[in-house]
């Protein structure tokens, strides 16, 4: 089953080609460069800067997977094209899966409404994608090979962290989910950029914060551990938040740059053990066989040896995305929902109708 | 003892006969269960004092209609009334110099009254049809805690004391909303004497929050004002300045809970708004919630691409915060559209905020 898969849901511009759960492109516009002529691109969160470049970004996808031949006889203009390589691609194309929620309202549109054209321009069969379940699914991407080859056992429990969720899902099976915890306030990544900012540091603050943490003294400054003494598994980090911003205030700028490590690895530490605390506890009381861990967040290397020593102690294996591209918003990971959805025959009944959903929810 | 629900249509027409004829009602306020007699009534005030065990010379503060109706009862000047506006009606009971024209015992014996306008239809009611000021005192015995249900007072009487009262109006189980925070405006400098939900700062101009369920009052509190005081349909939009961590999402929470809201709100940091579609509505005008972060803002042209404009729809309340960060050119476009409501969160110390808006 060949596949494209859409995905607008925040700030990137990502399409994707699989072929049934192998990923044969997987191409996201603010981390790829695009080829000049069809206007290079920038990260912004603007509605029509996803629509300026969703056809080139699917056209690119459809070039990369190679699944069709894009040979042309004569020089034509871009924007023809464009629309020719999706014309073509679309003779092999079976199923088209879009990202309908949760994410930022008019930036969904975009990719939905592009789904829905394609769909029914091509007559293809339509799939509308929860975004989270597209990050939790992300551990079983394969690439044009059929690699890595996993047989995680469920039930299983997902850790999912970015700058727009923090969840705990507890997955029975592939399309079966139940949300055991997840964020009251902030998200762990927005927590993270927010203080980054409160430093006079730049945005996106995690990946700033994780450089400067590495020789820094985590032990330098004493910050709150929220919700540690409740027994649910809901998080809330906007406390966290205030707390580092009271005690930052106090400093004079020569002071915050003289420890910036020492307070950036303070911060961290309290955000991660936070995360890890709730997720360990989570972890006792479902005993679940498999855990997974995935979004934005997953790139920090710190953050994942701390998620594989609590697997070690608990004895458990932990799956983390394979690729890089896979942790941060992509469509590949869209279409491998697809793909399980396709097989389940779950498809969009009346393709004109489909509407973007900013805060849809995952399981229950 | 004569006992009638809220519920019954005759209960306040009731409540005002009995009170006109000097007798001793239990009702329910935007608080506490009252006990209401026609202030201007000796016999019936020196009822009420004898059934709260009270001595004569503390004051009994008196629930009016409107700032009108105070006047004939106490001292306004142009500062009072600027404060009566902002806070009446609403959990406040203000004490400023009486004008003597209640029966003794309700002023203070150095002659100051306290005047509640109470935040409740059924208050309101009932003051029209008596046309005199009632008394707004907590129903319960001097020194002990005021009571939430009419069960609740009934167990704590002696059987003298019950058959003192003539008409119970019986509104069911009150929420759990504290006694009115008293300000006493009599002197030059303002003094709260009582803290309730709601509690003024120095000026009387803003109010203080010592907690997250605080702030929640407050929001409350002062949305319910802007709805009432706002002429048109236009969507009312509250910018809501401050530093981080100053309760600025947790006051936007409490509104969207007030609209009836179900479920988790979370921040919308990362998604720039989040939109709350209002079916149960409170208040049937208004359709729509709107909780903008504008924290990742840098340039007024990403607000055009999220079609900013277009989402301040007529029967939306919106709550933005950094609205700062849209520039001076969109917050005067937005100004024009909207019903602009600022609200300045500072930070005051560690649990600790001033609100002003």
């Known amino acids: ?364 | 003892m004569i006992r009638i629900g809220t519920k019954d249509k005759k209960a306040v027409e009731m409540a005002a006969d009995v009170i006109k004829k000097g007798g001793l009602v239990l009702y329910p306020s935007d608080t506490v269960y009252i006990l209401a007699v026609d202030a201007t009534n000796k016999s019936a005030v020196e009822k009420l004092i004898g059934f709260k065990d009270r001595w004569a010379g503390k004051a009994i503060s008196v629930a009016v209609l409107d700032e009108v109706m105070a006047s004939e009862y106490v001292e306004l000047d142009d500062n009072a009334k600027r404060l009566y506006s902002r806070l009446l009606p609403g959990p406040f009971t203000i004490i400023s110099k009486g004008k003597h024209k209640t029966a003794k015992g309700i002023e203070a014996e150095n002659g100051t009254l306290g005047i509640r306008i109470p935040d409740s239809k059924l208050i309101a009611d009932l003051v029209r049809m008596v046309g005199k000021p009632i008394s707004a005192t907590s129903a319960n015995l001097s020194g002990r805690s005021p009571h939430y249900s009419v069960e609740s007072l009934l167990g704590t009487l002696s059987k003298k004391k019950m058959e003192m009262l003539d008409l119970i109006v019986d509104g069911g189980r009150l929420p759990n909303n504290k006694p009115s925070t008293v300000i006493d405006i009599s002197e030059s400098e303002i003094k709260v004497l009582r803290r309730g939900d709601v509690v003024t700062g120095k000026s009387g101009q803003t109010v203080i929050s010592k907690s997250e369920k605080e702030t929640g009052k407050v929001a409350e509190f002062i949305v319910k004002k802007i709805i009432e005081k706002s002429k048109d349909d236009k969507a009312i939009v509250l910018a809501l300045t401050g530093d981080l961590g100053c309760g600025k999402t947790v006051f936007s929470r409490s509104v969207a809970r007030m609209f009836g809201v179900e479920g988790k709100i979370t921040s919308p940091t990362f998604f720039i708004f989040n939109e709350y579609e209002i079916t149960k509505s409170k208040t049937t005008l208004i359709t729509k919630f709107l909780h903008f972060d504008l924290y990742r803002i840098r340039d007024k042209h990403e607000l055009d691409e999220i079609n900013f404009f277009d989402l301040f729809e007529k029967g939306s309340v919106a709550c933005v915060e950094w609205p700062e960060n849209m520039g001076e050119e969109a917050l005067e476009e937005l100004k024009k559209k909207v019903n602009w409501v600022p609200i300045k969160f500072e930070y005051i110390e560690e649990n600790t905020r001033e609100i002003q808006y």
């Open chain 1, 1 to 364: 089953m060949i596949i494209l898969a859409i995905d607008t849901s925040c700030d990137d511009t990502s399409a994707a080609v699989l072929m049934d759960d192998r990923i044969l492109a997987n191409v996201v516009s603010s981390q790829v460069d695009l080829h000049k002529d069809w206007g290079g691109v920038v990260p912004d969160i603007a509605m029509r800067a996803h629509k300026e470049r969703i056809e080139a970004v699917i056209a690119e996808a459809i070039k990369r997977s190679q699944i069709s031949d894009l040979r042309f006889q004569k020089h034509i203009k871009k924007d023809e094209k464009i629309k020719e390589i999706i014309a073509k691609g679309m003779e092999k194309i079976e199923v088209i899966a879009v990202t309908k929620g949760s994410g930022l309202a008019p930036a969904l549109s975009v990719g939905v409404n592009k789904a829905k054209e394609l769909a029914i321009e091509f007559d293809k069969k339509l799939v509308a994608v929860n975004h989270i379940e597209g990050h939790i699914l992300s551990v079983l991407a394969k690439n044009r090979a059929g690699r890595p080859e996993r047989q995680i056992e469920w039930p299983a429990l997902a850790l999912t962290i970015s700058g727009g969720h923090t969840k705990i899902v507890r997955i029975s099976g592939i399309g079966k989910y139940e949300v055991v915890g997840e964020t009251l306030d902030d998200a762990a990544g927005e927590a993270l950029d927010k203080a980054a900012k409160q430093m006079g540091l730049g945005y996106p603050g995690g990946p700033v914060i994780e450089r400067l943490a590495e020789s820094g003294n985590d032990n330098f400054m004493e910050l709150p551990r929220p919700l540690k003494d409740r027994k649910d598994f809901d998080y809330s980090f906007s406390g966290l938040k205030t707390a580092f911003y009271y005690q930052i205030k106090k400093l004079t700028n020569e002071e915050i740059n003289e420890h910036l490590t020492d307070y950036a690895a303070s911060y961290q530490r309290a955000v991660f053990e936070t995360l890890l605390m709730k997720y360990g506890k989570a972890i006792d009381e479902y005993k679940v066989k498999s855990l997974i861990a995935v979004g934005g967040v997953m790139a920090n290397q710190k953050l994942r040896k701390m998620l594989g020593k609590l697997a070690r102690d608990k004895k458990i294996p932990i799956y983390f995305p394979v690729k890089k591209i896979l942790n941060t918003d992509n469509a590949g990971m869209i279409g491998l929902v697809g793909y399980f959805q396709a097989l389940r025959g779950e498809f969009v009944e009346n393709k004109a109708e489909l509407d973007r959903d900013p805060r849809m929810e995952i399981g229950n």
